[in-house]
């Protein structure tokens, strides 16, 4: 595919909904199929994930980038997949565990973890946030340990309804933000992510999050990086079909 395909698909808006959104599969085969000739879900499903692994950038997740002196940290884990009272009578299906880093007026870095265990998030956190920072977390005891591994460590009580305290600082309201986002693209537009896909979907949320206008990006030096993001990767149809690749 040539570079103008991908820029033309990193550039449109989805159809019938607000400038930002996250777009469908369908909604990339659709126009394709009369502006470029081919319309099948397959490669338009396959053309998305080759955008995302131009999104991806997994270099500055294991370098401590995130935060430094002076600096906060937010860390937060979720859990991603269906509810059992919309399942009818089948089973409930698998949750996905999501922890995501955020620096407060910066980036945010997710990662698909396989539990919550103080063992995994701690190991998922020092690869991704300096430790001179100050670290946020709400009450799950699981943080405990880890805040001690940084300048300073506050937490909030959300069983209590505690959301916020010392006049604001202490809060993981950044975190909270970035999963209500990924939670809504998941319901309104992808409805089912697989988990051999997870980091893929990861990857592009992390991306537009990281290049909003809140940052000062423009809509054309989101899609110059992203399509910068393409070179030296290549992502072959059965790769992207494959579990231990994605």
């Known amino acids: 595919m040539t570079i103008d395909t991908y820029g033309s698909q990193i550039l449109a808006e989805p159809e019938g909904k607000p400038p930002g959104s996250f777009r469908q599969t369908t909604q990339i085969r659709r126009p394709r199929s009369i502006c470029f000739g081919f319309g099948s879900y397959r490669t338009a499903w396959f053309m998305a994930h080759r955008i995302r692994e131009g999104m991806s950038d997994t270099s500055h997740k294991t370098t401590g980038g995130l935060g430094g002196a002076g600096k906060v940290v937010e860390a937060d884990e979720s859990y991603v997949g269906g509810k059992a009272k ?12 999501v922890m995501t880093l955020v620096e407060r007026g910066g980036e945010a870095h997710s990662f698909h973890v396989k539990n919550a265990t103080a ?24 943080y405990t340990k880890l805040g001690r591994e940084f300048s300073g460590h506050g937490s909030v009580n959300h069983s209590a309804n505690e959301y916020a305290r010392l006049g604001g600082f202490v809060h993981v309201n950044n975190a909270e933000n970035y999963f209500s986002i990924f939670k ?36 054309g030096e989101r899609a110059a ?16 079909r494959e579990a231990a690749n994605a």
């Open 225 to 240: 990086k992203a399509l910068k993001g393409i070179e030296g990767k290549r992502l072959t149809y059965r790769i992207s």
């Open 119 to 142: 063992k995994t998030l701690r190991g998922t956190a020092v690869k991704a946030a300096n430790r001179k920072s100050y670290l946020m977390t709400d009450e799950n005891a699981a």
């Open 184 to 219: 809504h693209g998941v319901i309104g537009t992808f409805y089912h992510i697989s988990e051999q896909h997870l980091n893929r979907y990861l990857a592009e949320f992390d991306f537009r999050y990281n290049n909003r206008s809140g940052l000062g990006v423009t809509d």
């Open 86 to 97: 919309n399942r009818a009578y089948k089973p409930e299906p698998k949750k996905h565990i």
